[in-house]
Every structure is written in structure tokens, then in C-alpha cells.
């Protein structure tokens, strides 16, 4: 089922929309989900931003009455699902896009990278509240919640964001954020001179001599499958690794995902 959904994305035309529409209704299995969104966005059939939302916005097992959530979403899947509704550009589906906003900037748990990706959502349906969300996030704590911001920021390339991508650039400390940043505002056009001129953040000071007393570390990483994964990961070792720190990890991956 999975080659031939991914068969009728590459060659079908609009008469196969509805298989997409009957199939993402009714599956649950991410690889058929991952084909009928590359369909509905391809051939754009009524209905087909509002199935999206209904279908893949919601957490995997997620309970309406309690409100309680057994297992988070698919990255790649709710990624896919926010460009594909970018793509379509059926604005009836905003209340309910930023309804799910609102769930996801829980404060008691943020789930930054789905929040984000609706916030980038609602601004490619030129909704002003997306990309108020996404320079309100290059001010977070979080370096990670900073840099998918800038990402999604140099994605729109909306001048508006250019001055607060200057700003937050500037009080940039994180190194690899620092470096992201830069690169959303060349996407922009030429880098302005103030922050092509601006140095990289300053190195970490150096922790204690700890040699003879050791220290443990233990990293576990399940289904290790996603660029964001990767990223963290890679700013792990590099950071570690700058600070002489040896280490081993484990990856479990599902080569089936």
C-alpha cells in the first residue's frame, strides 16, 4: 500500500485525490501518512487542509477528555503536515491551528518544535499572530527554541523580522545559534554591515581539572530519526568533545521509520 500511495504522488493526477483523502481519514500507520500528505498537498483537493489538521495536528494518543497525552507526536510527520498546509493556503483552518498552538505552549511542558512549526504555519497563511510567535521565540531561555525560530524566520524572509533577527543575532551567545541566525538573515539579501562585522560568541570558559575524579554521563537516544536529533546531538559531542570530555553513547534507530 505504502509503494502504491507513493507511486500515484509521483505519476496520479487530481482523479486520485480522493484515494489520499479515504486513506489519511482512516490509517494510522506513519509511512501512508507521510504519502497522502505529499498527495493532498500535490493535487490540492477540497477538504484537504482540514483533513491534515484533524488527522495529524492531534498527539498520538491523545485522550480530548482528560487532555492527557500517552505519546508525542511524529516530528517528521507534524513538520510535514505544517508545510503542506502552508502550501495549500486554506485560511478557514486557522481557529483551529491556533487552538492546537495554544495546547502546545502549555507552560507546565513546552513542546517548542511543534508550536513553532504552527506558528511558521499560521504566518504562510499570512495570519500576523505566526510570525509575532516566531520573534517572540528569539528571545527564549532555550538556544534550541531560538535557533528553529531563526530557521523558520529566514524561511518566510518577511522583511518585518529582518530588524528583531539583527537584535537577537547581536545578544547571540550559543555559538552553532549564533551561526544560524546569521545565515536566516543572509537569506534575507546581503548581510547588513553590523552584522557581518560581528565576531562569534566567545568561547565557554574552560571547566576545572576533574582528572582522577570522574564523572558519568549516560545518554540514551530512541528512534534517532530526526535533522533537530541530529543537530542536538552533534552540538552535544562538539561541546564535550571542545572541553576534552571522552565519552560513548548508544543510537537506537528504527530502520523501518
Known sequence: RIFTLALMVKFGDEDVADVFKEVISTTTQHEHQYQCILGLEKFKPAGAAELIVKRILPPKNYDHKTYEIKWRQNYKLFRMACNALGTLGDKSVIPEIKSWYKFYNKPSQDWFYYRLYLAWTLARLEDAEGADHLNEALTHDDAAVRRLAAKLLGKLADAKSLP???????????????????????????????????????????????????????????????????????????????????WVFTIYYAPLS
Do not use: Q
Open 164 to 246: 528583531m533577527l539583527v537584535e537577537a543575532v547581536k545578544k547571540e551567545t550559543e555559538p552553532y545559534t549564533f551561526e544560524v541566525m546569521k545565515t536566516s538573515i543572509g537569506k534575507f539579501g546581503k548581510l547588513p554591515n553590523e552584522v557581518a562585522k560581528l565576531p562569534s560568541p566567545p568561547e565557554p570558559p574552560a571547566p576545572k581539572d576533574t582528572y582522577g575524579k570522574p564523572r558519568y554521563i549516560h545518554f540514551n537516544f530512541d528512534d534517532f530519526a530526526t535533522v533537530e536529533a541530529v543537530e542536538r546531538i552533534t552540538g552535544l559531542m562538539e561541546e564535550l568533545a571542545s572541553a576534552n570530555v571522552r
